[in-house]
Nanobody, 120 residues
Framework: QVQLVESGGGLVQSGGSLRLSCAAS????????MGWYRQVPGKQREEVAD???????NYAESAKGRFTISRDNSKNTVYLQMNSLKPEDTAVYYC??????????????WGKGTLVTVSS
């Protein structure tokens, strides 16, 4: 069974930084694209950033210049370094991954989320 486990959320003041981590575990053959999404109650989940296995990155406009996504393929882990945080970044952040398990085919998986709260 595959699990995506996020960590690193918490409370931070406006202008501060946080680093989120997400580790994929289980009977994994290959992890392809990994990404971060966020959701505020009452709103749709939105993509923040993603990164391919080869390291190509993509960012939402709101994240450009402030957030950096990276990954460690040897650990099946993706990171999101968030700097210059704003109150509007407050959300539950979810890890997402396209991966293949042994004997299977590519499927999309979600973590349970980690809460980021930015105080003004």
């Amino acid at each position: 069974q595959v699990q995506l486990v996020e960590s690193g959320g918490g409370l931070v003041q406006s202008g501060g930084s946080l680093r989120l981590s997400c580790a994929a575990s289980g009977n994994i053959f290959r992890v392809n694209t990994m990404g971060w999404y966020r959701q505020v109650p009452g709103k749709q989940r939105e993509e923040v950033a993603d990164i391919t296995k080869g390291g190509r990155t993509n960012y939402a406009e709101s994240a450009k210049g402030r957030f950096t996504i990276s990954r460690d393929n040897s650990k099946n882990t993706v990171y999101l370094q968030m700097n210059s945080l704003k109150p509007e970044d407050t959300a539950v952040y979810y890890c997402n991954a396209d991966l293949i398990v042994y004997g299977g085919y590519e499927k999309n998986y979600w973590g349970k989320g980690t809460l980021v709260t930015v105080s003004s």
